[in-house]
């Protein structure tokens, strides 16, 4: 890694004293790691749909000074720095935007640098009253650097713990951590998304503006109607026999041997992927045989850090592959559109739809959105039942009382499932499925605990759109805001026994347990861009 993290105080905590040490230490490896990516394979690029760097905060403009500038590309051999083999004899195009010679910071790019900095640091910044570590101050490369170690949302809760419930945590963005913000910022009306989801492929899930994201999240709202979810309940079910089936085989083979290991995190990653009809056998093939699922999982760690740090997208695609894997994932959602699952669904081609057809989507956009039904459902649905079985396994009593109300409902355990039971179940509400409850419609514990995005998703105060009053706190323009779900939902002013797996608080109004905040339950998010898959979830 190029960053020399500086001593940590406490778990993801950085001292300010070496801050300055390290902000210029990265500055100059930035620099280096920079010329070093034009040097190992000059003037190779993909062909990519245009895109631009946003030019809306200074790091963007700094990042400017060190990125390349030949209008005159030289002709030449194009060539996959991700994955040669997998990428050869695909059409690919040279970039104009990335030249051999890179250009190197000269005594301008130098003052800039230093220039935008001490803006940043000093009191005449728009941020300057909010509270935060000086290295988060300074630049989002520090948020990059601690979110490729995974610990992101632990640091988060650290800050707020140090500095209170909002939080500076970029040079233009506040990490706020009161649930009450929540309708302000989610809500209808609230906030549109924030730089996070830049240069990203457009589907719905990426695109900040307000009015084409509705557009765009209608097909989304119909592939999750209460009659579409009917659709997929008889394939969820067919898949829980199923991964049932073969755990039980697994066991089986091992001739009931009890020191038998299963990764439980990625039979749940294989079986979370049911929405999509027969597309993936992976259970089947009792594992990830084919490298279907393989390809995402580096794409989750890099879409993370990157977010951060978006405007270096247009470079990191075009000096290495990435491209490579985005097309491998369209094709394949290219392919699903013609079969009845999820994709079929967002293609908005039901029988009995009378959309006309210069309003139906393209396959790409289908595809786009496909590909993000992949990446956004999977993992999510995947991480959030290892949580809850990680939790049972930590906690007899609730197993043992979850295993008999299971064992009463569905005595044979041969039924389907049948949804009307299930919202009766008191323990797996509890603990993970979804019963109206407290005004809350998905009230459970391993949520609570672990909600898959854990570190909330972005908004922004878009420059010319005046400012937001949140309560006491003026947002100024072009600010980003983030709600913490992580840290509100482990906030002790809004559950009792935060750091404790508890069901019973979700349906027991008995024991000081059973108080909490309903409004400081946000796993799916809130508002327009809520979960989309919510439902299915
Ligand atoms: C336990 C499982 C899941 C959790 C906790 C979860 C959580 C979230 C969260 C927090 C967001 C961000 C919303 C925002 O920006 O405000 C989101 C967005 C989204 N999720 Fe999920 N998700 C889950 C499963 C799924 C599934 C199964 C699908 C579809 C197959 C899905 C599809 C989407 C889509 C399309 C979006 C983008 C929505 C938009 O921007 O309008 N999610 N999810």
């Known amino acids: 890694m190029w960053m020399c993290p500086p001593q940590r105080e406490s778990r993801g905590h950085f001292e300010d004293t070496a801050v300055l040490a390290a902000v210029r230490t990265a500055l100059f490896k930035m620099t280096e790691i920079l010329a070093e990516l034009s040097r190992t394979e000059p003037g190779v690029a993909l062909d990519h749909e245009p895109i631009t760097a946003p030019e809306t905060n200074l790091d963007a403009q700094m990042f400017r000074c060190f990125r390349p500038v030949n209008p005159d590309p030289p002709a030449q051999e194009p060539v996959c720095l991700w994955n040669r083999r997998r990428c050869s004899g695909q059409q690919l195009r040279i970039s104009p935007c990335v030249t051999p010679e890179l250009q190197l910071p000269h005594p301008y790019g130098t003052f800039l640098v230093l220039f935008t900095l001490a803006y940043k640091l000093s009191p005449l910044h728009p941020l300057a009253k909010y509270p935060g570590p000086i290295i988060a101050k300074s630049s989002k490369w520090w948020a990059a650097y601690v979110s490729g ?193 999820l994709f079929y669904h967002l293609s908005r081609l039901q029988s009995g739809e009378a959309m006309p057809e210069d309003e139906r989507p393209s396959l790409t956009d289908v595809a786009k959105d496909g590909s993000l039904a992949i990446v956004a459902g999977a993992d999510t649905t995947s991480g959030a039942l290892t949580a809850t079985l990680y939790y049972l396994l930590c906690n007899p009593i609730a197993y043992d009382r979850l295993r008999a109300e299971v064992n009463a409902a569905f005595p044979t355990g041969e039924e389907l499932l049948d949804v009307t039971k299930i919202s009766q179940m008191e323990w797996l509400n509890g603990c993970i499925a979804g019963k109206p409850n407290f005004g809350s419609l ?14 909330g998703s972005q908004r922004s105060v878009n420059k010319g759109a005046g400012e937001k009053v949140l309560g006491i706190w003026v947002i100024p323009e072009g600010t980003q805001v983030t709600l913490r779900t992580y840290t509100i939902q482990r906030d002790s002013r809004h559950f009792h026994s935060p750091e404790t797996f508890l069901p019973e608080r979700w349906f027991s109004t008995d024991s000081p347990a059973g108080e909490h905040n309903p409004a400081a339950f946000v796993p799916f998010s809130y508002g327009p861009a809520n979960c989309a898959g919510k439902n299915l979830a």
């Not at 209608?218 to 829980?240: C, G, H, I, L, Q």
């Not at 259970?283 to 850090?305: S, V």
């Open 442 to 455: 998905h009230s459970n514990e391993s949520l609570r605990l672990q909600p898959p995005i854990p570190s």
């Open 149 to 341: 170690q995974g610990d992101l949302h632990r640091h988060y809760q650290s800050l707020h713990d140090r500095y209170g419930d909002v939080v500076r945590v970029g040079p233009n963005e506040l990490s706020i951590r009161d649930p009450s913000f929540i309708p302000a910022v989610l809500g209808q009306g609230g906030l549109p998304k924030g730089p996070y989801w830049d240069n990203r492929p457009g589907s719905v899930v990426s695109q900040r503006d307000p009015v084409k994201h509705l557009h765009q999240r209608k097909p989304w709202n119909r592939a999750f109607s209460s009659a579409a979810v009917k659709e997929y309940e008889d394939m969820a079910a067919k898949r829980t026999k199923q991964l049932i089936g073969c755990l039980e085989g697994v066991v089986h083979q091992s001739g009931g041997n009890k020191g038998v290991v299963l990764d439980m995190a990625s039979w749940f990653n294989y079986f979370s992927l049911f929405s999509f009809g027969g597309g993936f056998e992976l259970m089947k093939a009792g594992g990830d045989n084919d490298g279907l699922r393989a390809p995402f999982q580096p794409f989750f760690r890099i879409r993370a850090i990157m977010g951060h740090i978006s405007y270096i997208l247009p470079l990191l695609l075009s000096t290495t592959g990435r491209k490579c894997f985005v097309q491998r994932v369209h094709a394949f959602s290219r392919e699903r559109v013609v079969k009845k699952d």
